[in-house]
């Protein structure tokens, strides 16, 4: 990845984080992409609450969203610490988190694969 790309999704990256804390995301959308994700029955309830715990419980719902942005990203059910989490994968070592807070990481991360992050 390039500097340009790397500057570029960190801004993106932090957009997208700034628009899911303001709720300002369209939220039919983040719904037909989360369904297509991890099938829901009761989207909506998971939605609400969702919404508001944010960060906490949303590394899934915020990667499918980074994923539409970023289509060549991989959807990585990984760890951060000890934690199950998901976060997107560019170019096979760019990791892109938005929610690495809800375990004490940062807002936002866009950076080389490296501890605490793990695919397993």
Known sequence: M???????GEEVACKVRADFEARK????????????YNPLEDIDIFMQRAGEMFPNLNCGLTTVYLKKLFPNGKLINGRYK???HTFLLLDESIVVDI????????????????KPWSLK
């Open 82 to 84: 000890n934690n199950n």
């Open 99 to 114: 929610t690495s807070d809800q375990y004490d990481g940062p807002k936002v991360y866009v950076g080389p694969l490296q």
């Open 25 to 36: 995301i369209d939220e039919v959308e983040l719904k037909l992409l989360y369904q297509q």
């Open 2 to 8: 390039q500097r340009k790309d790397y500057d570029d």
